[in-house]
């Protein structure tokens, strides 16, 4: 059993295991030398060369539990036929979202439109690197996925005003996420994925009589499809204000927590696994600061199954040394 398994199902190892979201990517100058080749980011998630040698970028340098493979949440409604389009210094920019058109998506079409997903998978599981690790496959949430297939960009703050006006649309959109999306996972674990992160990003931006209908429910149909399939399944509702209640709801194996989650009494509260709360904002900074709040979050988690990731993916501007610090004191400890 890898340390991430050992650790989700509540055994001790003797250090916590790590990896990092965004742990492939632009703070990586091997990585920013592929993506200055590749403009297009949807077609570079789409070569399985390209992304899973990216996937192992990170294994090759330092001693991480776990890969991530290399795609996006928003592979989801490119499959579904929605126009995505990724502009430099703006993010995300969705096409018109057209649900006559989304109904009548076949499932092998998109199979077949994320195929290149699937054997990226596949060929990272084939690599030695990921060797008694985990490869970590994921989706986002229904609800999260649906905010950037209405709001067509990222919300940052709020949504559009009238976002919630056309309820008919909200309700066929989440039903008809909710089956691609178990048919991503699927394809997912089969070819390779020994873990399934949910990433719900938007999940803070709903009010607590909201979350039942938007967040909760549409999640508890995913993570007990996960289950269904014996693979362990970690959620990250970044912003939700009460952590407690996910969990107690949604069930996952694992919960990330975000960077505004107080630690100490988050870890009181919850039993289940956690991963994750550093700031990414403190790879930033200098090795001692760093030394200073990593060894917090390893102290106040130390009789707690624990999972070192951040709050957040890594930072662009973040130095690979400070990752490597970051990962070789977590490993010290
Ligand atoms: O974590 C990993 O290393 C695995 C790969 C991964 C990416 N995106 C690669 C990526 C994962 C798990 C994601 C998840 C994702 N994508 C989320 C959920 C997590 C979060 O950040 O809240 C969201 C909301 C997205 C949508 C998305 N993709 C945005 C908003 C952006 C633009 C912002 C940014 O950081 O540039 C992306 C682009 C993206 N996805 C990049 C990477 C490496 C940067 C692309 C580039 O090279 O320009």
Same mark, same amino acid.
């Not at 909200?170 to 089969?190: A, G, M, P, S, V």
């Not at 709903?206 to 549409?218: F, G």
């Given at each position: ?38 403009? %297009? ?56 979202? %057209? ?145 407690? &209640? ?6 996952? %194996? ?5 960077? &505004? ?41 130390? %009789? ?30």
């Amino acid at each position: 059993m890898t340390p991430i398994q050992r650790t989700i199902i509540g055994k001790k190892t003797d250090n916590p295991p790590i990896w990092l979201m965004r742990q492939a990517g632009r703070y990586l100058p091997e990585f920013r030398e592929i993506r200055k080749k590749n403009p %297009d980011f949807i077609n570079l998630c789409l070569n399985e060369n390209l992304s899973s040698v990216i996937t192992l970028q990170p294994l090759e340098r330092f001693e991480l539990d776990a890969a991530i493979i290399f795609s996006d949440i928003l592979m989801l409604p490119y499959g579904l036929d929605q126009e995505v389009k990724f502009k430099k210094n703006f993010g995300p920019q969705l096409g018109p979202l %057209d649900l006559n058109r989304i109904s009548k998506i076949d499932e092998v079409d998109f199979v077949e439109k994320l195929y290149p997903v699937y054997k990226s998978i596949k060929k990272v599981s084939e690599n030695n690197l990921i060797k008694n690790k985990n490869l970590i496959g994921f989706i986002g949430a229904p609800w999260t996925l649906l905010v950037y297939m209405i709001n067509k960009h990222s919300p940052k703050k709020e949504l559009i005003k009238d976002f919630f006006k056309d309820e008919f649309l909200i309700n066929r959109i989440l039903k008809i996420l909710e089956k691609f999306l178990k048919l991503h996972i699927d394809h997912q674990i089969k070819n390779g994925a020994t873990i399934i992160q949910i990433f719900d990003s938007w999940a803070g931006l709903l009010k607590e009589k909201d979350l039942p209908n938007y967040v909760y429910i549409p999640t508890l149909n995913l993570v007990n499809y996960v289950k269904s399939l014996n693979i362990p399944i970690i959620c990250f509702p970044r912003g939700v204000k009460n952590y407690k &209640n996910y969990c107690d709801i949604v069930k996952p %194996d694992a919960i990330n927590i975000d960077y &505004n989650v107080n630690p100490i009494s988050i870890c009181k509260e919850i039993n289940i696994p956690i991963q994750g709360g550093l700031d990414p904002k403190i790879l930033l900074t200098d090795k001692e600061n760093l030394k200073k709040e990593a060894k917090r979050y390893l102290d106040i988690f130390k %009789d707690h199954p624990y999972i070192f990731n951040l709050g957040h993916g890594v930072l662009p501007q973040t130095e690979p040394n400070m990752v490597d610090y970051l990962v070789k004191m977590v490993k010290d400890y």
